[in-house]
């Protein structure tokens, strides 16, 4: 009797020590989480993001204007398919003209920094 009551303890002890065990590296993940949660949300509401949600939509809406969708114009839902194609491509295209202009004056203003340091 002796010896399983000494078996359940020592059970019970390794138990708890590897619940500590996770819930010590579930307390640093979760603390990783809110870190990384918080950054991609702050990123969401950079201005940076909101101009190119902005620029997306005006081009893909001008896309779509361009393109004259219409129900007479448009063959079935392929004439809607390209249409869409064509919107989605105009918004890639205005989000990657944007972010390389700011990438750009990034790389401009840090050239400028670097020349006034020396």
């Known amino acids: 009797m002796a010896k399983k009551a000494t078996g359940k303890k020592s059970g019970s002890s390794k138990a708890k020590k590897s619940s500590a065990k996770s819930g010590g590296s579930s307390s640093r993940s979760s603390s990783a989480k809110n870190t990384a949660s918080e950054a991609f949300v702050s990123l969401l509401q950079s201005p940076l993001v909101a ?12 896309a779509l204007a361009s393109e004259g969708f219409s129900r007479e114009g448009a063959k079935g839902s392929k ?22 202009e700011e990438i750009d004056a990034i790389k401009k203003a840090a050239k400028d920094a670097k020349a006034t340091k020396a």
Do not use: F, W
């Not at 101009?51 to 001008?62: I, N, P, Q």
């Not at 390209?82 to 003209?97: I, M």
């Open 79 to 100: 004439g809607a398919g390209k249409a869409v194609k064509s919107a989605g491509k105009a918004a890639a295209d205005a989000v990657k003209r944007r972010l390389t």
């Open 51 to 62: 101009d190119l949600v902005a620029v997306a939509a005006t081009s893909a809406l001008a």
